[in-house]
Structure formats: C-alpha cells, structure tokens
C-alpha cells in the first residue's frame, strides 16, 4: 500500500508541473518515483540536476546502471530494481549482465569491479577496506571512478529511501528482488 502518494499534474504547482513535464518530454512517461518526489521540489530538483551531472561523467550509461541495480539490490528497492532492470537493458546489458550486477558482480573485469565497490560501499556503509581498494585499482578503478561511483551510489540512494518510504507503485515491469 502507497505510503507517500504521488502528486498529479492538477495538483502541482506550475513550476513543477513544468519539470514534470520536461522529465515526460525526455524519457516519455512520467515515473511514479518523480511524481512522488515533486511533493517536495527541493528533492525533485536535487534528484534531476544530480542526474544530469552524473550523465556527463566519465562512466558509460552500462556502467551507472551496474551501479544503479547493485545499490538498488543492497537497499531492496524493488521499484529501482525493476526500473534500472529496464533502463540496463536499454543500456545494452543483457539478463545475465543485468542479474549479474544486482549482486555485485558482472562478466567483465572493469564492470565487476563497479558492482563490487558498489555492494561493499552500500553494505558497508562507506566503510571499505583499503585492501579492498588496493584490489580494485589493481582491476582498473581509479580514485576518480570511486568518486564517481560513490556520486552515482548517492543517487540511487535517494530514489530507494524514496521508494521504501514511499511504498512507490512500480511502473516498470516489476522483478523480484529474490530472483
């Protein structure tokens, strides 16, 4: 059951209905998570513009979904599971490669690497182990890709206490967190 319902278009202020309506020209749909996040503009607009800088960054769209999906799958956000299941595979990853991420792993050395630092930075609350960095530089992640992973952890972050709390409708095609 909804515990924060979204906020209809009737609803919104101009200013929001504008942003809402922008997401909507971009991506063609508005996200049951951005309607519920517009019920405070501050979080919407702190959701979009880190969104937006994120995407300009050094890692490739695959590589912020790895991330998004193995942070969505520590958090157990199956909104942003089923979401970012899509938005991977429109990415290019496949079942195994989106499946793969989820739990902190990948088929390749460089993208396993992102899921790994990924879980152990969510699991571990930021807490990870220099041997465990030491490892990563040593599969290809430099301090600049931990930087931006962690920058790319704390969006994905925000949506999934967003949807927990929440209680989001998943407008996705939904995939079990078990699976």
Known sequence: MTY???????????TTAATLNAVKAQIGMIPNLFATLAKSP?????????????ASGRLSASE?????????????CQ??????SLLGKNAGLNQEQ????????????????IAGFTKA??????????????QLKANGLSEADFLEIIANVVATTLTNYTNNIARTVIDFPVVALNA
């Open 4 to 14: 924060i319902a979204s906020l209809t278009m009737d609803q919104a202020d101009s």
């Open 98 to 113: 989106l499946h793969a991420a989820r739990f902190g792993d990948a088929v390749t050395d460089r993208a396993s690497a």
């Open 79 to 84: 909104y942003c599971v089923s979401a970012h």
């Open 42 to 54: 501050t979080a919407l607009h702190s959701l979009l513009g880190l969104n937006q800088t994120i």
């Open 64 to 76: 912020r979904e790895v991330i998004a999906l193995a942070t969505s799958q520590a958090n157990s």
């Open 121 to 134: 930075l969510v699991e571990h609350r930021g807490h990870v182990s220099i041997e465990t960095l030491d």
